[in-house]
């Protein structure tokens, strides 16, 4: 996908909990290249600093410790950026003035998304992108069947508010209410219920007129079980194959194979946004490798092999999913 990307600085407008662990991060700047559904950002989770790294002398004293300077030096600091798929996009002003707010939803696992979680409005964040490919939209006679799990919900969020008068349906999955992303509205289910008919009881789908089943894996909402067997029956129970749909899936790699499995079965288009740790998002550092099919061994690279390497993020992330070799 040919696009602009650049480094820029952003300020933010809102950071609340959603969850325990998840936060809603909005941050707005100028001059965003335009964005879809599918495409990534990198956040430096770190303070930004003014000016350029100066060299500094140390005075090193026999018998006393050297005096440093320097935030990676003082304290533990997350050194490369985190990538985050965009949750959604708002754009707002004049034809004169661009400025957009982009929407991230990071749990906290580590040092640089504890970082994120503790900024407050106002502060600035370090953004590089848009990165990566987009989904590709259904057919106008398809329908549009979301499922993400647990960090792979974003994505569909935004995917959500591109499909607008089309027809869609999203599961979601976690593996317990304390750690799902998502606003529930009084139209809900027992917990423990199993049911997989869809309901309008989540906000960020309902507001797009798209209808959810959630899953839990310990029931404390909605279906229990997998958001795989949730999908797996809805698909079963309504006959759902071939052309009639098309599956946009991102999530824990387990969940999103077992949804390809799912899909190739059925003969069902899948998307899949692939996770992977990226430490420039550009292609450069080579760290995110994904295992294809080649539609012709002899074509390079690897002439001979059935098979070849691809970088999540500048060839995905989003894959056909009979593409991938898991």
Not at 95 to 111: A, P, T, Y
Not at 263 to 275: F, H, L, N, S, Y
Request: glycine share 10%; proline share 8%.
């Amino acid at each position: 996908m040919n696009q602009s990307r650049g480094q820029f600085l952003a300020t933010v407008i809102h950071n609340v909990p959603l969850c325990r662990d998840h936060f809603r991060l909005v941050i707005q700047l100028t001059a965003f290249p335009p964005t879809r559904a599918g495409q990534f950002v990198q956040l430096l989770c770190r303070p930004v600093e003014d000016g350029a790294s100066v060299d500094r002398e140390v005075d090193w004293n026999d018998g006393q410790p050297p005096t440093f300077a320097g935030l990676d030096l003082l304290a533990p600091t997350a050194v490369l950026r985190r990538p985050f798929s965009l949750a959604g996009r708002r754009d707002i002003g004049d034809s004169s003035v661009n400025v957009s707010q982009l929407e991230v939803i990071h749990r906290v696992v580590g040092l640089g998304t504890d970082w994120l979680s503790r900024l407050r409005v106002g502060d600035q964040v370090g953004v590089l992108g848009p990165l990566g490919n987009r989904f590709q939209p259904p057919g106008r006679d398809q329908i549009a069947i979301l499922v993400g799990g647990g960090v792979g919900i974003p994505p569909m969020l935004y995917l959500a508010s591109e499909l607008v008068g089309q027809r869609a349906i999203a599961f979601c999955g976690a593996t317990t209410r304390e750690l799902l992303s998502l606003t529930i509205t009084a139209d809900a289910p027992p917990p423990g219920n199993e049911s997989i008919d869809p309901l309008y009881n989540i906000a960020e789908f309902a507001r797009h007129g798209i209808p959810a089943v959630i899953s839990t894996d310990d029931g404390s909402y909605g279906y229990r079980g997998f958001v795989t067997q949730s999908l797996e029956r809805y698909l079963d129970k309504f006959d759902v194959r071939g052309a009639m749909a098309v599956i946009y899936v991102c999530g824990p790699e387990v969940m999103m194979k077992r949804v390809a499995d799912i899909a190739i079965t059925r003969d069902i288009p899948c998307q899949v946004a692939v996770e992977r740790a990226m430490a420039c998002g550009m292609g450069t550092c080579q760290s995110c490798c994904i295992k294809v099919k080649k539609p012709d061994p002899a074509m390079a690279p690897l002439p001979g092999n059935d098979w070849c390497y691809r970088l999540a993020c500048t060839d995905g992330p989003v894959f056909e999913a009979g593409q991938l070799l898991w």
